[in-house]
């Protein structure tokens, strides 16, 4: 492929990744270039691809483990067309959604971080677009946690935080999600990549609920201060879909949100997802200026 090349998006994060046909297999040599540069970059775009839903898992392939959806969790559309899609539609038979998370915007999050072992990564791939709206935001974690003020990352080194979320709530509200109900697990609010090294900030607004170890009322300062510093322009790029667009993100470096757009308009996109072989990596911070806590 010689007009295989990777062109970085912006200065916040990700990168496009050029000449190639995600319908064919990836050679060896390409696929080991994407992955690298998805280590460097969080996220890479792959435009004016036609895709089934075997290529797309075939492409997913080449990272890791495709993941199986919790069928709990699945619409009976998405059951009955594969047990690892979700179909992050609008479109609706019979007056039910076919797919999961249908309407309005979504607040900034990884993906699955209240289990144990959340997702790797997340591959997206857009079927059919609005006019406009429903962009995808991305937020860069290693450089959100890396430009934290130090007093703060003296506060939150080495501290857990509770990830909980209830399926199908795109807003959180101030009410806390019911520990009784819904799946939650802590992790270090620092996370170390275990392919780069680099430790990224383990949290989000709409999935983590407080931190661990702390007052109730110093965890909502913290958390809230940690939110709005994760969604600073410097740190984020939003992403315009056009029908054909394939983004895979890393979700142990990164979170996302989605913008609103008209609900009178189709919007279908195709979620597949990899496991993580890797526990969660913690260890104190390397760009702490001093190691006095």
Not at 61 to 73: C, M
Not at 145 to 174: F, M, S, V, W
Not at 271 to 276: C, K, P, S
Request: hydrophobic letters at 35%; aromatic letters at 8%.
């Amino acid at each position: 492929m010689t007009d295989f090349k990777i062109k970085p998006i912006c200065d916040a994060i990700g990168a496009e990744i050029l000449g190639v046909d995600l319908s064919k297999p990836l050679t060896s040599h390409v696929a080991k270039a994407i992955e690298q540069a998805w280590y460097e970059h969080i996220i890479v775009l792959i435009r004016d691809q036609d895709l089934t839903l075997d290529q797309q898992q075939a492409f997913a392939a080449n990272f890791g483990k495709v993941a199986v959806r919790h069928q709990l969790t699945a619409t009976k559309h998405e059951q009955q067309t594969s047990n690892t899609i979700m179909l992050i539609t609008n479109v609706r038979e019979n007056g039910k959604p076919i797919g999961t998370l249908p309407d309005g915007e979504m607040m900034f999050h990884s993906d699955t971080p209240y289990y144990e072992s959340p997702l790797k990564a997340t591959l997206l791939y857009a079927v059919e677009i609005p006019s406009h709206g429903g962009n995808t935001m991305f937020s860069n974690s290693y450089k959100a946690a890396e430009t934290l003020p130090e007093d703060i990352k003296r506060r939150i080194n080495t501290k857990k935080a509770l990830h909980i979320y209830d399926y199908g709530n795109q807003q959180k509200t101030a009410n806390s999600y019911d520990k009784d109900t819904h799946p939650h697990f802590a992790h270090p609010i620092f996370r170390k990549h275990p392919e780069t090294g680099r430790s990224a900030l383990f949290v989000s607004e709409l999935m983590t609920e407080e931190i661990l170890d702390v007052s109730s009322d110093e965890s909502r300062e913290l958390l809230e201060f940690l939110f709005n510093h994760q969604k600073k322009a410097e740190f984020v790029y939003e992403h315009y879909w056009r029908p054909g667009d394939l983004i895979m993100w890393d979700n142990r470096c990164s979170v996302h949100a989605r913008t609103d757009f008209p609900r009178d308009e189709r919007r279908m996109l195709r979620r597949i997802t990899l496991e993580d072989d890797h526990p969660v990596l913690a260890g104190e911070p390397p760009f702490l200026e001093t190691t006095a806590l």
